[in-house]
């Protein structure tokens, strides 16, 4: 799409908010408007099924692993031009493939071949002795090294491994980002992905060699190591090696760029760091909209503060998630000294007796900030279950052309976890409600709240309270849908215009205006 020159005004107080941040004069000023032709340009490339799994099987012994083949990679996120190390173990030793595919929407296809590596050798690399708070740590040797060339855009890029013995596959996943002007920042929720990772066996955040589903602390995860199979509410034979990303994050990611949205992608590491919210060199928010998307439950103190502050500066925020900030986290280097590879949780964004789930939620510090002031509601109550999505403001702007009226419901969309008990924060609309069940007929107390609130520079800041948004956007190849407490019906145009409506809303209130009519 067209871009249009920045108004007199729109310059006049952009270059306001560069003198308040403190820059000097000696500085560059950054390009301010977007390219809102790179996502379309990606998508208008060949693309291919290939990217998917067609031939993967799980150890029984451990559950969750693939011995046979399976990696893990140096980086959550990386720039062009830096170097993405891969570390790959194969038993019994086997040669093996290396494919790297963008995944996007590509006509429907859902990803892009960018290159192909080997046949390499392969060998059995170590299991990590257990450290301590159980962290399993993975020394692995580097397979390939891989210099990100310049020409790759922004998104998630998944590695499908292949050994050539019997062809077993499984993947490793990263986020390449960069710093450019965007409409939409897409936040990929990758802690919580570790966090219920259970390589190589029950390893999990939330597993105290005593308890498979712990909620204390004392026990540490690294993202040095692979992805085991999903773990949770379904069986989703894609999610060997690639966390929780094709689950929930997807579909959002998927719809997006088949509208054409202009969006870019980092990771929660990045939220943590800060600066990739910005422009560079300056405080100042380089996107319109910053997109929570799926299961995105761990946060640092430094990610919540780091989202505050940019609403505080004018960015607008989707929580298109459920669960959201809930568990707080601190992160740690790994063995090797590099940082942010480690994690543990020791905190809870909530304040005490919030939930009734999880007893040893109680041994942790229940302090402030709370998740609701920053998303407009949190995770409360029971916690789990599932609800129809019942508009309790048809008149808002944000169901403008749904057709919805009063207590219309979109069936099966909150799940499996959500957010209620609502901030007191002026402005703040809850714009749909109802109560949440454990099965079809069976109530179980709770009661779910989708909020919007306004932030100080006319943005926004929407919750839509449930996990399985994304089903109501699209059903990308190899989705499968999810079925726990109740069942979501996949793609909705009621859902689609809400995003619409609520992406449009961004645009308007940004120093990126949209040039769509």
């Known amino acids: 799409m067209p871009t249009t020159p920045i108004s007199r005004r729109t310059a006049l107080r952009t270059a306001a908010s560069m003198a308040a941040v403190g820059l000097t004069?000696?500085?560059?000023?950054?390009?301010?408007?977007?390219?809102?032709?790179?996502?379309?340009?990606?998508?208008?490339?060949?693309?291919?099924?290939?990217?998917?799994?067609?031939?993967?099987?799980?150890?029984?012994?451990?559950?969750?692993?693939?011995?046979?083949?399976?990696?893990?990679?140096?980086?959550?996120?990386i720039r062009t031009g830096q170097t993405l190390d891969i570390f790959v173990s194969t038993q019994p030793a086997s040669g093996f493939t290396v494919d790297i595919y963008r995944l996007g929407y590509y006509d429907g296809l859902g990803g892009r071949l960018m290159t192909s590596f080997g046949p390499l050798s392969g060998h059995p690399q170590p299991d990590p002795v257990t450290g301590p708070k159980r962290v399993?740590?993975?020394?692995?040797?580097?397979?390939?090294?891989?210099?990100?060339?310049?020409?790759?855009?922004?998104?998630?890029?998944?590695?499908?491994?292949?050994?050539?013995?019997?062809?077993?596959?499984?993947?490793?996943?990263?986020?390449?980002?960069?710093?450019?002007?965007?409409?939409?920042?897409?936040?990929?929720?990758?802690?919580?992905?570790?966090?219920?990772?259970?390589?190589p066996r029950n390893f999990a955040l939330y597993d105290d060699d005593k308890d498979s589903w712990y909620w204390g602390g004392g026990v540490q995860v690294s993202f040095n190591r692979p992805y085991g199979r999903y773990c949770q509410i379904f069986?989703?034979?894609?999610?060997?090696?690639?966390?929780?990303?094709?689950?929930?994050?997807?579909?959002?990611?998927?719809?997006?760029?088949?509208?054409?949205y202009d969006v870019t992608y980092i990771s929660n590491h990045d939220t943590h760091q800060g600066s990739p919210l910005c422009l560079?060199?300056?405080?100042?928010?380089?996107?319109?909209?910053?997109?929570?998307?799926?299961?995105?439950?761990?946060?640092s103190i430094e990610m919540f503060r780091n989202v505050q502050e940019s609403i505080a500066r004018g960015l607008n925020v989707g929580f298109l998630s459920g669960n959201t900030c809930c568990g707080r986290i601190l992160f740690s280097p790994d063995a090797g000294g590099t940082p942010l590879r480690a994690f543990e949780r020791i905190g809870v964004y909530g304040p005490p007796g919030g939930t009734r789930d999880f007893v040893a939620m109680k041994s942790?510090?229940?302090?402030?900030?709370?998740?609701?002031?920053?998303?407009?509601?949190?995770?409360?109550?029971?916690?789990?279950?599932?609800?129809?999505?019942?508009?309790?403001?048809p008149d808002h702007?944000?169901?403008?052309?749904?057709?919805?009226?009063?207590?219309?419901?979109?069936p099966g969309l909150v799940g499996w976890e959500w957010h209620g008990d609502p901030a007191p924060i002026?402005?703040?609309?809850?714009?749909?409600?109802?109560?949440?069940?454990?099965?079809?007929?069976?109530?179980?107390?709770?009661?779910?709240?989708?909020t919007l609130y306004p932030g100080p520079r006319d943005n926004?800041?929407?919750?839509?309270?449930?996990?399985?948004?994304?089903?109501?956007?699209?059903?990308?190849?190899?989705?499968?849908?999810?079925?726990?407490?109740?069942?979501?019906?996949?793609?909705?145009?009621?859902?689609?215009?809400?995003?619409?409506?609520?992406i449009a809303r961004m645009l308007r209130g940004s120093r990126y205006p949209d040039p769509r009519p």
């Open 25 to 77: 004069s000696a500085c560059r000023t950054p390009n301010l408007l977007p390219d809102r032709t790179i996502v379309r340009r990606e998508n208008s490339r060949t693309g291919t099924r290939d990217w998917m799994l067609t031939h993967t099987r799980v150890d029984p012994d451990t559950k969750w692993r693939c011995p046979w083949i399976e990696g893990y990679c140096s980086h959550t996120s």
């Open 136 to 199: 399993r740590d993975c020394r692995w040797e580097p397979s390939l090294s891989l210099r990100i060339p310049e020409d790759w855009p922004s998104g998630v890029y998944l590695g499908k491994l292949t050994e050539r013995r019997e062809n077993l596959q499984s993947y490793v996943v990263f986020i390449i980002r960069d710093d450019r002007p965007a409409d939409l920042i897409f936040q990929c929720s990758d802690n919580t992905w570790q966090a219920y990772n259970r390589w």
């Open 235 to 260: 069986d989703a034979p894609l999610s060997q090696g690639s966390g929780e990303f094709l689950l929930w994050e997807f579909p959002v990611a998927y719809w997006l760029e088949s509208q054409g």
């Open 280 to 299: 560079p060199g300056t405080r100042i928010p380089r996107a319109a909209g910053f997109l929570s998307v799926g299961h995105d439950e761990y946060w």
């Open 364 to 393: 942790l510090a229940h302090e402030r900030p709370y998740a609701n002031e920053l998303v407009g509601a949190h995770s409360t109550g029971p916690v789990t279950g599932g609800a129809d999505w019942a508009c309790a403001k």
């Open 397 to 410: 702007w944000l169901f403008a052309n749904t057709g919805m009226t009063r207590g219309d419901a979109i």
């Open 426 to 450: 002026p402005g703040l609309e809850i714009v749909a409600t109802g109560p949440t069940q454990d099965a079809p007929g069976k109530p179980n107390g709770g009661t779910f709240t989708a």
């Open 460 to 502: 926004v800041v929407f919750n839509a309270s449930t996990i399985w948004w994304g089903d109501g956007l699209s059903e990308p190849p190899g989705y499968v849908r999810p079925k726990v407490y109740t069942e979501p019906r996949g793609p909705d145009p009621r859902v689609q215009q809400i995003t619409r409506n609520l």
